[in-house]
């Protein structure tokens, strides 16, 4: 059996099955297989999505005893070769046309004020990109708590207003994340670790309003997705196991902090790990990258989506990065004005 367990690259190879029949039993089993056998992360993701579904797990180990052996993963997909190649071609174009880090944070507390502050104005836009009709007064009354799908019909059944809600559970799990690597953690390790349960919060009010399926948090995605409007086609959902993985080590060890911030971005979104919400992650993600080269919490404005897209697409499909790293650079340099509205 663990042989078999060590074959798996990602919890979400079963989550699908556990959450839609609601395993809680075997998935408590599974986590204590997982963190037996050396799969520590495997492990506390199936945990945490069990539980943000609401059911009960508890955890035990089916093994006697520790794997006596580290046990070796299957063969790695040729998409991650690739995908080195692509992070180093780029490397130095991004580091041309991106201004260079400000260095450390020293007022940490200051630095997280300014998140907090330019939240509403952050989930407009980030929203209105992805499609959703927001106002800033609906993103307002979500974080205010006025929003109350128990006893409001019409809020259940909203699904900008779940966006929404989603979005500001996602926000303060991402502030905590920035919260760490202002602290001194590996900015590339902690998006590893925490950008999963970014995932699970963007989407949880939908779930529990009942228009996603629990196992719609499971993670990365099982199928294939294709982006409306775009020649470039994300890896395969096999490949996406590998791919993932090989990205957040690119991260971790990257040691240019403007690098870190566009193609952080960038090929998170070409990966399209999951079957929604990567735009919104991706825009997380480059944010927390952001913080830990001290470089301000950075919008991406709403009006300028087609230029947003236009280079995304450049980068994807012609391989050319120096359009996106300039778009990037002159959100990171502009002041985004408040939203203001009901």
Known sequence: MRVALSMLRDASEVLG???????STVAG?????FRNIGR???????????????????????????????LLSKEISPSVNWLRIL????????????????????????????????YVTDA?????????????????????????????????????????RGYWQAFQAVKQSIQKILAGECAGGVADDDHSRWYRELFAPSVEAGLCKPSDLAGYRNGSVFIRR?????????????????????????????????????????????????????RFLMNAMLAGGGYSWTVIPVEKRADYLSALEAASVDGDIVPFAKFIASCVNAKVQPVAGK
């Open 40 to 70: 520590r992360k495997i492990a506390d993701d199936i945990l945490a999505s069990m539980q943000a579904a609401g059911y009960d797990v508890r955890e035990s180990d089916p093994f006697e005893a520790p794997s006596p052996l580290p």
């Open 230 to 282: 775009s020649k470039h086609v994300p890896l395969s959902h096999a490949a996406v196991r590998d791919a993932m993985p090989a990205f957040f080590d690119l991260l971790r060890n990257e040691r240019d902090a403007a690098v870190r911030v566009v193609l952080g971005h960038f090929i998170f979104v070409y990966i399209h790990p999951y079957m929604d919400g990567n735009g919104r992650i991706g």
């Open 29 to 33: 089993r599974l986590v204590g297989a």
């Open 87 to 118: 992070w180093e071609s780029m490397r130095e174009p991004v580091i041309k046309h991106f201004p260079p880090s400000p260095g450390s944070v020293k007022n940490i507390e200051g630095y997280v004020k300014q998140i907090e502050e330019i």
């Open 124 to 164: 407009y836009h980030s929203l209105s990109i992805e499609g959703y009709r927001v106002s800033p007064g609906l993103i307002d009354r979500v974080r205010q708590g006025s929003w109350n799908p128990d006893v409001n019909d019409s809020d259940k059944a909203h699904k900008d207003a779940l966006a929404a």
């Open 17 to 23: 099955p556990l959450l839609s029949g609601g395993h």
